[in-house]
């Protein structure tokens, strides 16, 4: 008896154990398919989207591959940081306070954010914050996932300034019919006036101040009418090192210029476009980087092909622009000076634009401006 009870109780132990073991072995199993799949969503998700995981803190403990590709900076690079690191100073401060509070609150906040990218360029972020809760119901850490919306971004921009120009061509061809043409008048009527002065007048000065200021404003229409309405490009062949040369030469003659050392490597590239137009987007970038660098200081000029495109640098070594005017530099009539119109780089923009090209304009951390216009090889045909 006991020894036949001592059997029954062996195989019931034996029969647990195989039934625990095939249970636990279910469960490895299912903690397997779970853990995979996890690393799949994981997968898919670093393929998609720009993630990265912070603490309570805001410090950053994690990134994928795609934060560091779009920010320019390595992992070890953010690790430990927080995001101002990124942060571009768009964004007010009850702004980022707003978002603070969602998340803190356990709440999922959703916005876009305009971050700046290591080497001093911007780009925009549709972003999702997602709290993860503790048992106690406060957050322990925050995922953001982000995706690039740079190009939407610009396309919008672009709508707004196509309309805006609209508006403006309206009223720069009023300008030019209204105001140009009497200028014109009043100028040739006080030259006849001047003219019939005795030599040392004291009227004179008063009326050669009077043409001056005639002058500068003839000056002002004439840069509305090139940006609110360009003719039609005169495309030549054009020998791009020469028309640079020509354009560094305009500048020197500038007394404003003359502490600038220029440096210029080009080499025999060539293109198609409208000479006239391109100079004078060249020498509206070089007179903005001089003036920037108050008369005094390097500025280098290079030219190099790629993918039938030619990508021209102005590189100074002036201060570099601030973020608030950075935002603001290609607004028609905006300007920092006492003197100028506020039109010379967006009517260089304007011109790069009109031959199917773009320019850019980025400030790096070691300071200093780049502006950068690419051109193609061959124009587009105008529009009809």
């Known amino acids: ?3 036949a009870g001592f059997t029954s109780a062996f195989l019931l132990l034996v029969a647990l154990t195989a ?9 490895e199993a299912r903690w397997r398919d779970a853990v995979k799949r996890l690393n799949d969503i994981k997968y898919a998700l670093d ?3 720009i993630v990265a995981t912070t603490d309570v803190r805001g410090q950053i403990t994690d990134v994928n591959d795609k934060f560091c590709e779009i920010s320019g900076y390595t992992r070890d690079e953010l690790i430990g940081q927080d995001h101002r690191i990124v942060n571009s100073g768009l964004h007010s401060k009850p702004f980022i306070q707003d978002l603070w509070k969602t998340i803190a609150s356990g709440r999922v906040w959703h916005g876009e954010l305009r971050n700046r990218a290591k080497d001093g360029h911007f780009y925009w972020v549709d972003t999702t914050i997602v709290p993860f809760i503790d048992s ?7 995922t953001a996932i982000r995706s690039d919306i740079t190009q939407r971004k610009a396309a919008e921009a672009r ?5 805006a120009l609209a508006r403006l061509g309206q009223m720069a061809a009023v300008v030019a019919h209204e105001v140009k043409n009497p200028l014109a008048g009043i100028k040739g009527v006080l030259q006849v006036l001047m003219s019939r002065r005795p030599a040392g007048d004291p009227d004179v000065p008063v009326m050669a101040d009077v043409v001056s200021r005639v002058d500068t404003l003839n000056d002002l229409i004439h840069d509305l009418l090139v940006y609110a309405r360009p003719r039609p490009l005169r495309v030549e062949a054009i020998d791009l090192d020469s028309l640079l040369r020509q354009s560094i030469e305009t500048l020197a003659r500038d007394p404003m210029a003359a502490g600038i050392q220029i440096t210029l490597d080009a080499g025999p590239l060539a293109l198609r476009g409208d000479a006239e137009l391109l100079k004078g987007a060249f020498l509206n970038v070089l007179l903005n980087a001089a003036q920037s660098m108050g008369g005094s200081g390097r500025l280098r000029v290079t030219a190099t092909s790629a993918d039938r495109a030619i990508a021209i640098e102005f590189a100074d070594s002036g201060p570099g622009i601030p973020e608030d005017v950075r935002e603001r530099i290609f607004e028609p009539f905006f300007t920092t000076r006492s003197r100028g119109t506020g039109l010379g780089l967006p009517i260089a923009r304007r011109t790069t634009e009109l031959h199917g090209g773009s320019l850019d304009l980025s400030c790096p951390r070691g300071g200093g401006t780049v502006v950068r216009i690419t051109l193609p090889l061959d124009p587009p045909p105008p529009p009809v």
């Open 1 to 3: 008896m006991v020894i």
């Open 159 to 163: 709508v707004r300034e196509q309309a």
């Open 19 to 27: 039934a625990l073991a095939w249970q636990y072995q279910r469960r």
């Open 136 to 142: 106690a119901g406060k957050p322990y850490q925050y």
């Open 47 to 49: 393929q998609a989207a």
